[in-house]
């Protein structure tokens, strides 16, 4: 077996074992491949292996990816920060995009959607950890950007996105997943369903906290080139 083959066969142990303990359905987290900095065919081998949502955080590269990969039945996630000039380029070629954080960007997203695509999902970046520098909603915006975005035609709202800053401590981990879980619950919007939260080293916090998209780069293909 090699690197990737096994990488992932833990991944998905981690996972089981993580919604075995939070008492969740066996395969309730859905996971993304983060393949940033790898080739497209390193993506194409975890494709091989089952995987088939891949998030993407620069866009000349993903875009570069997504048509060597054409024709794969790929659900391809942008997570990586927004330019409010690139949202052109998001709306024609991806399924999703997390990490909204402005309604202009949202905005934009609709008006550009192409009317043969349906509408295209988005989660809302919430910056839980409440640094100043960080991307991500303030809870206190949280609600009135929400029921703005939900309005828009062209937009699914699916749910929240988080990167909380890093931690070794477990509980810490959970208290910012946490905080994510309780704003969605409190939000209480129709057909909002998606918690995207927990990465390489805290997706077991992430899945005890109700995680529904786990974004895991390192796991599965190593450290970035
Ligand atoms: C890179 C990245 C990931 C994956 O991080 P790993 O620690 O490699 O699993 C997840 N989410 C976002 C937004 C990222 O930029």
Known sequence: MNEITQNLAQVRRRLL?????????EGSTGLIAVGKTWPAAVLAK??????????????QEALAKQDELKGL??????????????????????????????LKVAERLSAQRPVDLPPI???????VSNE???????LDELRSLAE???????????????????????????GAFRTLRKA????????LDTLSMGM???????????????????AIFGDRL
């Not at 992430?206 to 390192?218: D, K, P, Q, S």
């Open 17 to 25: 074992e993580a919604e075995r303990i939070a008492g969740r359905p």
């Open 46 to 59: 975890a494709y091989r292996l089952g995987i088939r949502d891949f998030g993407e955080n620069y866009l």
């Open 184 to 191: 969605l619950e409190e939000l209480n919007l129709e057909g």
């Open 73 to 102: 039945d790929i659900i391809w996630h942008f997570i990586g920060p927004i330019q409010s000039n690139k949202t052109r380029h998001l709306a024609e070629r991806f399924d999703w995009v997390h990490g909204v954080d402005r």
């Open 148 to 174: 703005s975005i939900i309005r828009l035609p062209r937009i699914k709202l699916r749910g929240l996105m988080a990167i909380p800053a890093p931690s070794d401590d477990f509980d810490e981990q959970r």
């Open 132 to 138: 100043p520098s960080k991307a991500g909603v303030g």
């Open 200 to 218: 390489s080293d805290d997706l077991e916090a992430a899945v005890m906290e109700g995680a529904t998209l786990v974004r895991v780069g390192t």
């Open 121 to 127: 999902n988005l989660c809302i970046q919430v910056n």
